[in-house]
Structures are given as structure tokens and as C-alpha cells.
């Protein structure tokens, strides 16, 4: 099943989607100085964000004017790449996060880095415990032999409106954050 979904999703665009940010957070955390660590932190970040808030408020939109067949013909293209992008993205931002924490000094009982994590644990739970999952579920139907384009359409709309979510909670931690630095 995985060799499907990464040849759904286009193999170097899945070697690109998932070596370049874990490689460049390997670098940063390991070799590279304070500020490179802070730039894939909020590169990667503003991408994981960036991404949410045009499926939620962009393309959740415009899909739900969209017949249930239309929709789960752009989710049986989007998914594949999603599922390999976001969850990468997600955790390079959060590593990121967590060192650039611990090497700054701060203090994990500090109100504004509790905060912080607080955001943070909510994100994972959308995340890992209703997105990824979806996205397993639609690629249990797109490889199905009897796809059920209802179910998929529901499921893809349904993640792109966690995905407007996910994005409303990355503008707040970005605000947390801003908040914690300056």
C-alpha cells in the first residue's frame, strides 16, 4: 500500500517533501548556528500555516460548491501529497520549536510557554488524531476496487476545514511567540 501512495503522490515529490525539512532541521540542530535553527523554524512554520489557511479558507470554499464526484477527483490528487507534506512540516516546525526553547533558556513554566505548548499539543491531537487518520481513510478508498466518492468527498472536506483550523491556531501561536521573543 505505502509503494501506491508514494507513486500517487509522485516519488520525488515525496523525497522532497520529507528529506529537505528533516534535513535541514538535522543541519540546524546539529551544525548549524542558533539562527539557522530559528529560520527552519519559521520557514517551515509559515509553510505548515500558509498551507492550512488556503485549504480552509481558499479551497474548502471553493470545493464545497462542488459536486461530490468533482471533489473526490481533487482529493484523490491532493491527498496523496498532503499526507506525505503536512506531517513532515508539522513536526520539523514543533522539533524546531522545541529546541530553539531549550537553547534560548526559556522556562517551561513561563505562562507564555505554556501557552505555546498548549497550542502545540491541541495542533498534534487535530493533526495526528483526526487529519492523518482521514487521509488514511480516503486513501483506503481511492485504492479500493469500488472507490465510494460520497465518503471521500466528506472526508476531504472535512479535512479542509480542520486544515482552516489548524491554520487559525498557527496565527495564534505565531502571536504566542511573538509575544515570548519580544
Known amino acids: 500500500m ?63 460548491g462542488l459536486e461530490p ?16 507534506l503536512m506531517p513532515v512540516l508539522a513536526g520539523v516546525t514543533t522539533t524546531a520549536g522545541f529546541i530553539l526553547t531549550s537553547r534560548l533558556g526559556y522556562s517551561l513554566t513561563s505562562p507564555k510557554i505554556l501557552a505555546a505548548i498548549t497550542i502545540t499539543a491541541i495542533l498534534t491531537i487535530q493533526g495526528f488524531g483526526f487529519l492523518l487518520p482521514n487521509e488514511i481513510r480516503i486513501f483506503r478508498q481511492i485504492l479500493s476496487e469500488k472507490p465510494d466518492i460520497d ?25 504566542v511567540m511573538a509575544a515570548i521573543r519580544f
Do not use: C
Open 2 to 64: 505505502i509503494s501506491r501512495i508514494i507513486q500517487l503522490a509522485n516519488p520525488v515529490f515525496v523525497i522532497l517533501a520529507v528529506f529537505v525539512p528533516i534535513g535541514a532541521l538535522v543541519y540546524a540542530a546539529n551544525l548549524g548556528p542558533l539562527v539557522s535553527l530559528n529560520y527552519v523554524h519559521i520557514l517551515i512554520g509559515g509553510l505548515w500555516t500558509g498551507i492550512d489557511l488556503f485549504m480552509g479558507f481558499v479551497l474548502g470554499p471553493v470545493m464545497g
Open 69 to 84: 464526484r468533482e471533489k473526490a477527483a481533487v482529493f484523490k490528487r491532493l491527498i496523496p501529497r498532503m499526507t506525505f
Open 151 to 175: 465518503k471521500i468527498a466528506r472526508l476531504g472536506m472535512l479535512n479542509a476545514k480542520l486544515g482552516g483550523a489548524q491554520g487559525i491556531f498557527q496565527l495564534a501561536i505565531i502571536f
